[in-house]
């Protein structure tokens, strides 16, 4: 993977830890669009040029089924109820009961995460994230969607090629080395504005698991995901990256990694890195992607990068939403 290079345009993350006092660590003021976070590295020659992944015209939805995780490993949020009912013979019509907007594949918003030490992003203050308020929404994504080059490493993949899977039962941290050395393996060079997701296999393990056993992991609460870690942080930043995907629960691993750097500065979360990525850099989350298929055809045609749109629900103020997202090869 090439080195990031100052684009002359944002500073890089040591200059962003040198900002004064609240502005340490955060790109707060540095956007054009001041809600819109780091999908800002997106501009519109960034999308003309990612027509180029687009060879085959094979497309893929990277959605799992609203219901897809009953359970899952979340502790509150149960699977949506579909009702379907008729006014007359010649009329169908329906709707959801108990959606939760994260409880499938989803994109987290930037009011998801509040920073414990200085707040939403932005300094937007706690009583404007509250229900129909636009500040921080995750309608901002959704009238402009996201829409750009996608770039799949894949983790699961370079790991059985080294004779050593990923310990999903375990709840594997997966540090930075990994996702370098499996990008490196794949010949990938990010570029600003790219949308990285990295394919775990964990969804397609948890998924295949027994009811039993997906509410004895549930009850674990241990998930495999990124360890934490300053340096990963630093990474994402300075590759430009708009928006972190991952085929798993919650991106990072489950527990944090005992020597989280954020335990000091993130104690509600313990020491998770999404108050830094959220509420500090603006940096949308995507959790439970259906990236194992994609990941598939990917290996089997030798180009790891696709087009990629992201278009949340419409819902002014909400905190996440379904990803809707779909990939064009």
């Known amino acids: 993977m090439t080195n990031p290079t100052g684009d002359g345009t944002y500073p890089r993350f040591a200059e962003l830890l040198e900002r004064e006092g609240r502005l340490a660590g955060t790109s707060w003021g540095l956007f054009p669009e001041p809600d819109r976070g780091t999908p800002s590295f997106i501009v519109q020659d960034t999308i003309l040029e990612a027509r180029s992944c687009i060879r085959t015209g094979t497309v893929f939805g990277l959605d799992y089924p609203a219901d897809a995780f009953d359970p899952g490993m979340s502790l509150k949020r149960s699977a949506p109820r579909h009702t379907i009912y008729s006014s007359h013979p010649a009329h169908r019509d329906d709707y959801l009961d108990g959606y939760y907007l994260q409880g499938s594949t989803q994109i987290d918003g930037l009011r998801h995460r509040r920073a414990d030490d200085v707040g939403f992003y932005n300094g937007t203050p706690d009583d404007r994230i509250r229900e129909g308020t636009p500040d921080l929404g995750i309608q901002e994504w959704a009238d402009k969607p996201i829409a750009g080059r996608g770039v799949l490493i894949d983790l699961e993949g370079y790991r059985a090629g080294q004779g050593s899977p990923i310990d999903h039962a375990g709840g594997e941290p997966l540090g930075l080395d990994l996702i370098q050395a499996a990008a490196e393996a794949q010949s990938v060079s990010l570029r600003p504005g790219d949308i990285v997701m990295l394919h775990t296999g964990w969804c397609e393990w948890f998924l295949d698991l027994t009811l039993e056993d997906k509410q004895r992991t549930r009850d674990s609460r241990r998930a495999t995901g990124v360890g934490q870690s300053q340096e990963f942080v630093a990474w994402a ?16 691993c489950l527990p944090p990694v005992p020597a989280s750097p954020f335990l000091s500065s993130a104690p509600h979360d313990h020491g998770m890195m999404h108050q830094q990525l959220l509420a500090k850099l603006g940096m949308p989350l995507g959790e439970l992607w259906r990236l194992g298929p994609l990941s598939r055809y990917m290996k089997s045609a030798g180009n790891w990068d696709a087009f990629i749109s992201i278009k949340p629900l419409n819902i002014t103020g909400g905190t996440g939403s379904p990803a809707n ?5």
């Open 325 to 329: 997202a779909t990939a064009f090869m």
């Open 237 to 252: 930043w300075d590759h430009r990256v708009a928006l972190l995907a991952a085929d798993n629960f919650a991106l990072e």
